[in-house]
């Protein structure tokens, strides 16, 4: 047997072990764990004293419907020149998934970061962001892990999720 054919047999011996160890006992594939149940529950505090003011604590955006708390017309002046429209897009959701599963969650992260930076926080870091990124993760349906989220981070969106790269990438 040539040692093509070895490495390729070795190659799909690994990726065969290594889909099942994704998968539950019924066979779904299960979330990586791109980031701490900490990492998320800091985001979650520093979403509900920022983003939500604009994608809503929610994280389903505004669309300009009257249910929208704050109303638009309530924001602060500069949130309101930000906005112009009243539309801001979802972090969660459909939406959310058409845009970012092939993305990186650092390329997330650092997305979150640049609009936040249009409204500094007092706090908000580098940090803060990562952290945003894994509620934001957790808000669309990860389940947290052993590893925290970090700026090397190499998982797209898509496989944080659990959506199988093939599948994250369209």
């Not at 490495?7 to 539950?24: I, K, M, P």
């Not at 809503?56 to 708390?69: I, M, V």
């Not at 500069?78 to 906005?83: G, L, R, S």
């Not at 389940?143 to 199988?164: C, F, H, I, N, Y």
């Amino acid at each position: 047997m040539s040692s093509h054919r070895i490495l390729q047999g070795a190659l799909l011996l690994l990726s065969t072990v290594s889909l099942a160890a994704l998968a539950d006992s019924t066979g779904t594939p299960k979330s990586i764990g791109a980031f701490t149940a900490a990492q998320a529950a800091s985001g979650r505090v520093a979403v509900e004293s920022s983003c939500g003011i604009c994608h809503l604590k929610s994280l389903r955006g505004r669309a300009g419907e009257p249910d929208e708390s704050p109303a638009f017309d309530e924001l602060p002046r500069k949130f309101q020149d930000f906005i112009k429209t009243g539309y801001v897009p979802p972090l969660v959701g459909e939406e959310f998934m058409a845009k970012w599963k092939g993305k990186t969650v650092v390329q997330l992260a650092e997305n979150l970061g640049s609009a936040g930076k249009s409204f500094p926080t007092a706090g908000m870091d580098d940090k803060t962001y990562l952290e945003i990124a894994a509620y934001v993760l957790q808000m669309n349906g990860a389940r947290a892990g052993d590893q925290e989220l970090t700026a090397t981070s190499l998982l797209t969106v898509g496989e944080a999720l659990g959506t199988p790269k093939k599948l994250a990438a369209r």
